[in-house]
């Protein structure tokens, strides 16, 4: 169903890395050109006053869905308009999608479609040679790391819509430090045994000297302060609803599960606890679970709805 121009939805894409999206009159951010996408539908003002009754984002390939996120939530700050974000993982295969917002309102259910294009970005690959003890974090089986497993992927998924802290731009976990492997690099594995596996690297590697300090990058809640079997000591900050930011391999934890911290508090410190082959911050961003890179919200906001608020999307 067609809608009249003020109750269009507002699409906003905010682009990081593994791919460019093309979307036509899509609104994109600035940093399009890093490639991999999260999106944000958003209701004009107003419209949240009429009650929200449900809706979904999907992504749709040739007809088939690809997947769907259903958690709205509104606007930090506003109270009036709705907004949803998908991160866009970085193994998505490139091509023609189709993004399908629906919403439910008393006023009944509302459509927006676009046709969005994915091109395929450049990761870079790297083999890590694993001992015997490191060999056996990663590959022994172990029911507590299973449970460890569990639990964090059902902390990724949970999704208070009250959560809401940050909007804006991010600053970095530290001021000084090395980058060891890029977010999404394509690693190899190499056991002790000389088998191999291919993984992706979900986040940014960040050596620095043991002891050095980590800062909340935005402010948020912590919802993870724990020792971990493969991530050593471990921190989940979690900033909006659904989007959860992660530090592993601390030496130190400096907060506790309940903690609302503010940007730049400090949260740990770095370590190599855990798989770790040397003193380093692994970091990563997760978006509706998925692992988006996180280097484009130390620039540019993490939802910006001043920038697009006056900006309609067409129907396909
Ligand atoms: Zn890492």
New binding site residues.
């Given amino acids: 169903m067609r809608l009249n121009r003020e109750r269009f939805f507002l699409v906003l894409l905010f682009l990081s890395l593994a791919y460019s999206l093309f979307a036509g009159e899509i609104i994109t951010h600035d940093y399009a050109a890093l490639g991999e996408g999260i999106t944000v539908f958003a209701l004009p003002d107003g419209a949240g006053e009429e009650a929200y009754l449900g809706g979904e984002i999907t992504l749709t390939r040739g007809g088939s869905p690809v997947y769907s996120r259903s958690q709205f939530f509104l606007y930090p700050g506003d109270d009036k308009s709705w907004c949803a974000l998908m991160g866009i993982p970085s193994d998505l295969e490139k091509g023609t999608y189709v993004l399908t917002c629906r919403m439910e309102t008393e006023g009944g259910t509302e459509v927006l479609q676009k046709r969005i294009a994915l091109t395929e970005r450049e990761f870079p690959s790297e083999v890590l040679v694993l001992n015997g003890s490191l060999t056996d974090i990663r590959v022994k089986e172990d029911p507590e790391k299973t449970s460890q497993a569990q639990r964090l992927w059902s902390l990724l998924a949970s999704f208070d819509d009250e959560e809401r802290y940050t909007s804006g731009v991010l600053v970095p976990p530290m001021d000084e430090y090395r980058v060891t492997?890029d977010y999404g690099c394509r690693r190899v594995y190499e056991y002790a045994d000389g088998s191999e596996a291919g993984t992706i690297?979900n986040?940014?590697?960040w050596a620095a000297p043991t002891g050095t300090p980590l800062k909340a990058v935005g402010k948020g809640r912590i919802v993870m302060a724990e020792d971990r079997i493969v991530t050593g000591k471990s921190v989940m900050l979690e900033l909006l609803p659904g989007v959860f930011v992660l530090y592993?391999h601390l030496d130190e934890l400096n907060c506790e599960v309940g903690d609302l911290v503010e940007a730049g508090d400090i949260v740990g410190t770095v370590g190599m606890t855990g798989l770790a082959t040397g003193p380093?911050l692994?970091w990563e961003m997760r978006i509706s679970r998925v692992a988006v890179d996180p280097l484009p919200f130390l620039e540019g906001n993490l939802i910006d709805k001043s920038l697009y608020m006056d900006k309609i999307v067409d129907t396909l």
């Fill in positions: 492997t690297h986040g940014w590697d592993y380093h692994h």
